[in-house]
């Protein structure tokens, strides 16, 4: 089975090296820059439990060498999607799976789902139709991604936390194509649940990120920070129940209340969201993906979203005069 890991940062590295050092050969990485250079010279390292391991990965910067695979991870941000289409085709074959690891709402979102929506292209997330054009969304095993992990240097990955990557068909269906998947990341030491319905896990993770990145993003806060102030709990908890509204009209079920899902963004502590980190690095915030498509969602069935959009055109604002818009 071969596997290309396409966007080897942060997590696509912590997933490479977790496969190469469980023994698999037939697995590649795209990359580039530093990172790349440094992982051919040296191998992609690995820290873990205070360990430091050298994984041997196949690496390179044009995918059209590597021919076409049986799985490819993307684990790019959803904003770097469309523009990277021209080097993903060339990946992609007749049985090509392809495996999405971007956080907020998936441009396949309407795929399977059934209903009136059947077949709904999302502006926010594929403005053009590009993505579902070109991959396919028959191609899809989605996945929601829990790890915590850094690069802390070029081809050196440092995990913090959580080791869980749950998959699901979007269909339901406990496909051979994903269960497979499942047992070799299990392999690699890995959690891998294969869920029944991976939209409303989407939902949950989802929840949080809508709220709190652009919150942090627009105060400079923690998460802590921002649970413990009434005003900013307060309006995380508005956004979150308009979210709610929207999913549930959607089939979504969510497995918990959204004081309890706030109370677990606080217990994470003094961190500092990947949109904050992304504006303090100067790179682009993924809001369209986390906040414009819940918008464009409430859209489609009908939900106000007040708190939403005013939340959303700050950040937005933001981001232009920052010029990190993704």
């Known amino acids: ?33 530093a990172h790349l250079e440094a992982i051919q010279a040296n191998g992609l390292r690995l820290i873990e439990d205070g360990e430091e391991s050298m994984a041997p990965v196949r690496a390179a910067t044009n995918a059209e060498k590597l021919g076409v695979q049986d799985i490819v991870v993307l684990a790019l941000k959803a904003h770097s999607l469309t523009p990277a289409l021209d080097q993903i085709a060339p990946l992609l074959g007749d049985h090509t799976s392809v495996v999405t690891m971007q956080n907020g709402v998936p441009w396949w979102y309407f795929h399977q789902l059934g209903g009136p929506l059947e077949g709904t292209r999302l502006s926010a997330v594929d403005p053009e139709g590009a993505i579902w054009q070109r991959i396919g969304p028959e191609r899809v095993i989605g996945s929601v991604v829990y790890p ?10 440092r995990h913090v936390e959580g080791k869980r990557f749950s998959l699901g068909e979007p269909s339901g269906e406990r496909s051979e194509r994903v269960t497979r998947l499942a047992e070799e990341m299990v392999k690699a030491g890995l959690q891998a649940p294969v869920r029944e319905d991976i939209r409303s896990e989407i939902w949950v993770k989802l929840w ?93 069935v009908d939900k106000p979203t007040p708190t939403i959009d005013a939340v959303l055109a700050l950040v937005r604002r933001l981001a232009v005069e920052r010029g990190c818009y993704g």
Not at 148 to 157: F, K, Q, T, W
Not at 248 to 269: N, T, W
């Open 1 to 33: 089975m071969k596997i290309t890991i396409f966007g080897a940062g942060a997590i696509g590295g912590y997933l490479a090296a977790k496969l190469a050092l469980a023994g698999r050969t037939d697995l590649s990485i795209v990359a580039r820059g």
């Open 148 to 157: 915590a992990v850094e690069v802390d240097a070029p081809g050196l990955i």
């Open 208 to 300: 949080g990120n809508l709220s709190f990145n652009p919150i942090s993003a627009l105060t400079g806060s923690t998460l802590a920070a921002i649970v413990a102030d009434d005003g900013t709990r307060t309006l995380a908890r508005t956004m979150m129940l308009e979210a709610q509204a929207i999913g549930e009209s959607l089939g979504v079920r969510f497995p918990i209340g959204v004081d309890r899902r706030i109370k677990g963004a606080g217990d994470v502590g003094e961190h500092k969201t990947s949109m904050l980190q992304d504006l303090e690095r100067g790179r682009p915030m993924e809001i369209d993906a986390l906040v414009s498509a819940v918008q464009e969602l409430g859209r489609l």
